[in-house]
C-alpha cells in the first residue's frame, strides 16, 4: 500500500505524519534539536494523534524520531521562555503537555514507541505512554526534572500505573539515567532490538496486530485497561462483566468465532 496523503496536516513544522500498510507514522522532526519539546510541538502531537485516530488509513499508530536522539525533553529556549511564566500561563503549559499524555493514554489505537537514541525527561514521558516501546541497547532513559529542580508531575501518574512505587521512586526522586537493559527489566520499554532491526521490527509487529487482531477488540481492551484501575474491586468486576456481555454481540467477535468454528484462518485487515 502505497503511502496515504495527509493534507490536513501538511502545514505541521516540528512532526511528520504519513501512513502505510494500515501503519501511521507520528514523526518528531527537530533533529537539530535533538527532537526537544516545545508548546508548539506538544500542540502538534495533539493534532498528529488526533488525525490518526480517525484515519481510515490507520489501524495501530508508530511513534519515532529522526536523528540519533529520540527526544532529550525541553527545548532549551523554550525552558528560558518559561521563567517569564507566572501562574495561569504556567498551569495552561503543563495542562497542554497533560492533555497530550492523557491523549495517548485513552487513543482507541495502539500506540508503538520506536526509541532509536536517548529518552531524556518529557522524552522519556513521550516512550512512557506508549503501549508498546521498542528501543536501541544503546539508548538511555531517565526523568531528570528533580536535578534541575523541576517535578517529573504529570509522567507520574502513568509510570506508577506502568512499573510500580518502588521502581517509580527509584527513577523520578534519583534523576538517574539507565540504560536501556535496566529499562527493559523495569518494564519501562518492552523490547531491546539493534538500531540496523528496529525498524524492520517495528514493522513487522505493528503488521501483526494489524492482521491478526480486532481494531474493536483492542479498541476496548485498551479503555479496560485505562478504567480498571481506578475502581474498586466489585465495581471493576461488574464492569469487566458488562464488556464481557457486550462484545459477544459484537460483528467482530461473531465473525472471529464463527471463522474459528470452521477453522478458517482470519484477516482483520479490513
Known sequence: MENMPTQELEDLRFIRYEAQDLIGYITLNRPEKRNALSADMVTELK??????????????IVLRAEGDVF??????????????????????????????????????????????????????????????AFAVPEAKFGYTEVKIGFLPAIVSVFLLRKIGEARTKQLLLTGDVIPAQQALDFGLINFLVPGAELADKVYRFARRLCVENSAQSMETTKEMLARVPEMPLEDSLRYAARLNAEARASDDCRRGIAAFLAKEKITWEN
Open 71 to 132: 527526544c532529550a525533553g525541553a527545548d532549551l529556549g523554550y525552558i528560558q521562555e518559561l521563567q517569564g511564566f507566572g501562574y495561569t500561563d504556567n498551569l495552561a503549559d503543563s495542562t497542554n503537555l497533560m492533555q497530550l499524555f492523557h491523549q495517548i493514554y485513552t487513543l482507541k489505537k495502539v500506540v508503538i514507541g520506536q526509541v532509536q537514541g536517548h529518552a531524556l525527561a518529557g522524552g522519556c514521558g513521550l516512550a512512557t505512554i506508549c503501549d508498546f
Open 47 to 60: 493534532q498528529a494523534f488526533e488525525f490518526a485516530e480517525d484515519d481510515e488509513a490507520c489501524k495501530v
